[in-house]
């Protein structure tokens, strides 16, 4: 048992941090539509990482961390520049374009870098198992930043994902709001993949949110709910992980996909509801 | 699962105070058997021959794998935390290795350090960079290919590294690795002057390697083998490079394409049927495919392969 814990204590750690902004971020992506846009932005964050490589700028260093940055806030600024009022083609195009075009355009780079190959493909699939204390204090620093900024600002967040149109009418700087909602959510993302890599933040974002808006339509409930199924399967995760000796990451996704079966059963069965009948 | 589930919920609340005693828990002393770790299989066999009852090895790279993207696991660190000792590729192959110790808390094993032994030393590096270095121009691995396993002249400089390092931190056990070893480089010697004379006809011809994993091997052998398939590791082959790879093929009369299993088979097929060369396995690492379960073995199999196919 001691060796568990020795072993699998950071590692959830990390999931618990990661559970706390990103069911509440997987709220917004899921009321949004926008499914997949963290697989976009991670794409776009590994293409400024390899710009890096190309001048000669380890992928250890500050000046890759800045210049995937600096492309994640180019792709912040697509998502929001290409949300109209009148939405004629699904954002999820947009970003299924980015994410194709990244991940090409990552390729052609890397064929003229000749090195960093390794490291680019480790940044995208990362190790949950091997993250360190410093990096945990670091996410743990940046994502309560980003969660304070988006509490502040949570009437203005909530009502351009939730309802668009009624921001419109009342004047809200719609692509503003949008735009600083994707350079936060892309910070984030960058730092979560570099770390657990593209399905383990995915599963993170999309599943518990999932579930807690199939069981809720009050948004407060609905984090509490997502927060508290990240917690259970994390630590479910962890154990299959170590005690079937599995390859953590990927031990906690599928935990996440069980979850979300047996949830799905328990509302059909049970025609359960977590408050409001009558939905918004 | 519920058990577990409760396990975990039940626990939660002792890790800060386990966290608290895991930081005052002394260093142990040396038992037997000495408990190693190596990165690959090839090193953990090095040590085994010359260790035999007196070590217990483990290795973390599956042989089936590329070793460079490899996905260590909750055993692994497990592993680890509990070795006296860890043995590496040095160099810069084994991208992985550093957040393993760190996740296992052994700072012990890092290299250089008093736990660690670092296989490439005293090997005579290949195709090491001889200028100041810039990305651009593709110098994969800044202090020289890696891939030193191949040639089996460099086991012998691997055998050194291990037996210097059993007998200063396991003296009581020093006679017993000397025998072992002596007994190990005289097989190898014997070997290494059989499969010279069964790859007689290798010497002076040139292969096609689909990585670039292969010049140990070829430096062993006499083989010239400075062409590859894939131009930069994990970047397909362009039009123009297969275009220029089949005129040079022809050219040079060049009958075999060497590579791992790991890789995907089908663009040196392809190239294999239209210039009437051979695809030949020239497995990297022990126990990579059945058959090749020690080092003698392996090496049999690698010098047969490619001796057939040069005939």
Redesign the interface.
Known sequence: ??????????PFLACLIFTGIHAYLGLHVIERQVIFVDLALAQIAAVGASVA??F?LSIDSPYSYWMSLGFTIVGAAIFSLTRFKKQRVPQEAIIGIVYAVSAALL?LI??????????I??AL?G?I????LKEIIKIFIIYSIIGLFHYAFRKQFFLISHNPQEAFKKGLNVKLWDFLFYVSFGFVVTSSVKIAGVLVVFAFLIVPSTCAIIFSNVAKIRLMLGWGIGF?VS??G??I???L????GASVVCAFGVTLVILLAVKKIYQLNIIGRHTS | MFKLKYLILKNAVTIPLFCAALSTVPCHAVENPLKVVATQTMYSSVVKEIGRDKVDVKYVAPPKFNVHFIQPKPTDVRNITKADLYVDAGLDLEAWSDSLLEAAGKPEFFRGRERNIDMSKGIRLLEVPDHQLSRAEGDIHIYGNPHYNMNPENVKIMAENVIEKLKSIDPANASYYETNEKAFIARLDQKIAEWKKLCANCNGQEILSYHKDIAYFADFLGLKADQYIEPKPGIPPTPKHLEFLEEYVKANHIKAIAMPTYYPKDAAEALAKRVGAKVVTVCQNVGELPGTDDIFSFFDYNFRQISEALK
């Open positions: 048992m001691n060796a568990f814990l020795h072993i699998m204590t950071l490589l190309v000669g390729i890397l064929s003229r870098s000749g090195e960093g190959d390794e490291q493909r480790q699939v190790n198992l091997l993250i360190n259970v630590a479910i962890m154990a992980s170590y005690f000796d599995f390859p953590t």
